[in-house]
């Protein structure tokens, strides 16, 4: 079975400072891989997704990136953190391109 | 863009039956998705809707009206561990992933 794994669990982070959160998918191979954010009672907004290793999309415009140096991994990133970015980070895999999505556990960041 | 409606919050008895609604203003999806997301936790997914009409599974229900631009989660037999957040996300499938755009959720409160 297919498991996905996200870490840290739980972040505080101060503004100016860079950020790794790392997402790896046990199971499967070639997964289709996918960045969340979900700002405090508001919904999940799509920030980047990707089909394959280096090839990344973005949904929205922001300080932040994302990479996929490997098959099953998958890193977002920032240079230099804003208050606005605190949120829950969910990362979610899907065997293709129309196919359910499945989200792991989340990194919770407060920047302060 | 694709604006998703649904109510804020809702609140149901236990052994009760409760119905949610997502609206959305948007065509040429290809599949309209429901999750259900615990305080703290990753969404996990409940069903999903390509066709128009009715999916059942067990005691949560979904439906789907294109031409009504309308769909409906249906939780029966209420039970305490099903308050719960439950998210609405219309699915456009592109080679280059499967992109979800999410409501911003309905909160469900079951009471004894």
């Known amino acids: 079975s297919q498991t996905i794994h996200q870490w840290p669990a739980t972040l505080v982070q101060p503004v100016g400072s860079p950020l790794s959160l790392e997402c790896t998918v046990e199971g499967t191979s070639n997964p289709n891989l996918y960045w969340y954010r979900q700002a405090a009672g508001r919904g999940l907004q799509l920030l980047f997704y990707?089909?394959?290793?280096?090839?990344i999309s973005s949904e929205v415009p922001q300080n932040l990136s994302a990479s996929r140096p490997q098959d099953r991994q998958f890193i977002l990133s920032s240079k230099k953190l804003l208050l606005s970015d605190s949120g829950f980070y969910l990362c979610a895999w899907s065997h293709g391109p129309t196919d359910t999505q499945y989200f792991g556990p989340g990194t919770r960041l407060t920047v302060l | 863009g694709q604006n998703i409606d649904q109510p804020t919050e809702m609140t149901a008895t236990e052994g009760a039956i409760v119905q949610i609604n997502c609206t959305y203003q948007?065509?040429?999806?290809?599949?309209l998705f429901w999750y259900q997301q615990h305080a703290g936790e990753a969404p996990t997914f409940l069903s999903y809707n390509v066709l128009d009409g009715l999916e059942e599974k067990g005691r949560f229900s979904s439906f789907l009206s294109r031409s009504k631009g309308y769909s409906y989660l249906l939780l029966k037999e209420l039970q305490m561990k099903d308050s719960a957040s439950y998210l609405c996300a219309v699915a456009f499938f592109k080679a280059a992933g499967n992109k979800l755009t999410f409501g911003g959720g309905t909160r469900v409160l079951v009471k004894p």
């Open positions: 948007t065509s040429g999806f290809n599949g």
């Open positions: 990707s089909v394959g290793i280096g090839q």
